[in-house]
């Protein structure tokens, strides 16, 4: 089952400029992720947020959690075309076993960035 | 560092065949997943390894999906046999022990259509 929803479920801009898109979870988490997927790359990591962080930067990504509200968001700046793709935070990937569990995922955002 | 590998990377069946699909997770990751993304929805966890023990494999339906990795090292997941909504993309990670990185690295997945 999925964990939590993204917001929106598209987003269309304009290149060269920023992006925000939303997730929520249910339960509580030890940390947050999230993944952008393209046919190109295929799902790859972008930027962890552990729970006791508010705001984490990586170049042109920020992210922002609140574990009060159940919810992060994840802002691209200065958006490029080869942004175009899906974006899913995922939650779970505590280490149980010697190794992380799986991830739960949202449904995605999908971004298309205009020429 | 060569990344995940999977094979094949499209497959098309018919209802009741029966098909399986190759992981090599990246050299020295002791954790494995096999994860399912139907179109339009994020990936969804069916089974975790910690080198060739089964750790989580609470979501995957024994009755017609098997997976084995007999020396730690690669996967095969099988269906058996298929059916309509099994068409998908499957997707194979991996994660290292240790670390806590909890960052997992997706191979390009593996297409299947079920007709």
């Known amino acids: 089952s999925q964990q939590g929803e993204e917001d929106p479920q598209a987003l269309s801009i304009q290149e060269g400029e920023n992006a925000t898109m939303n997730c929520s979870y249910k339960?509580?988490?030890?940390?947050l992720q999230w993944y952008r997927q393209n046919s190109g790359r295929g799902l790859v990591h972008l930027i962890l947020i552990r729970s006791n962080e508010r705001e984490k930067h990586s170049g042109r990504l920020r992210v922002t959690l609140d574990t009060s509200k159940k919810s992060s968001s994840l802002l691209i700046t200065a958006s490029r075309a080869a942004d175009t793709a899906s974006y899913f935070c995922?939650?779970?990937?505590?280490?149980?076993?010697?190794?992380?569990?799986?991830?739960?995922f949202g449904k995605g955002t999908h971004l298309i960035i205009q020429p | 560092e060569a990344g995940v590998a999977q094979s094949p990377r499209y497959k098309i069946i018919e209802k009741r065949q029966s098909v399986a699909f190759w992981c090599n997770p990246i050299s020295g990751h002791a954790t494995l997943y096999w994860y399912q993304q139907i179109l339009g929805q994020g990936p969804e966890l069916l089974i975790r390894?910690?080198?060739?023990?089964?750790?989580?494999d609470s979501q995957l339906p024994k009755d017609r999906f098997s997976a084995e990795r007999l020396k730690g090292v690669d996967s095969t997941l099988k269906i058996q046999p298929a059916e309509l909504g099994d068409s998908a993309v499957y997707l194979c990670?991996?994660?290292?022990?240790?670390?806590?990185?909890?960052?997992?690295?997706f191979g390009p997945g593996t297409r299947l259509t079920v007709t």
């Open positions: 990670a991996s994660s290292s022990r240790g670390t806590q990185s909890y960052e997992q690295y």
């Open positions: 995922a939650t779970g990937g505590m280490y149980s076993g010697g190794g992380a569990d799986g991830l739960t």
């Open positions: 390894y910690e080198n060739e023990e089964a750790v989580d």
């Open positions: 339960t509580s988490i030890n940390n």
